[in-house]
């Protein structure tokens, strides 16, 4: 099972973020957990500086963009 994270405070691009991974997932099939992560010092605890970002399975793989659905797919399959 993969962890997902959204990284963020709740805005509309980390609401979009957590949108397209979830999208993402469904579509690969993958069993995942997703969770929000909206308080600053937790956030900092992953060493992100820019919001959104998405980590997958403990590592950082996109802050301070909302990458494409097609992005977060090849990055949820190569994880």
Do not use: N, W
């Not at 957990?33 to 010092?41: A, P, S, Y």
């Not at 301070?64 to 994880?79: A, D, F, H, M, N």
């Amino acid at each position: 099972m993969k962890k997902i994270h959204i990284l963020g405070t709740g805005c509309p691009k980390c609401k979009k973020l957590a949108e397209i991974a979830e999208e993402a997932a469904k579509s690969l099939a993958i069993e995942y957990e997703l969770e929000k992560v909206t308080e600053i010092q937790k956030i900092m605890t992953f060493g992100v500086m820019m919001t959104p970002a998405l980590v997958v399975d403990g590592q950082v793989k996109v802050a301070g963009k909302v990458p494409s659905l097609e992005e977060v797919r090849t990055l949820l399959s190569i994880s």
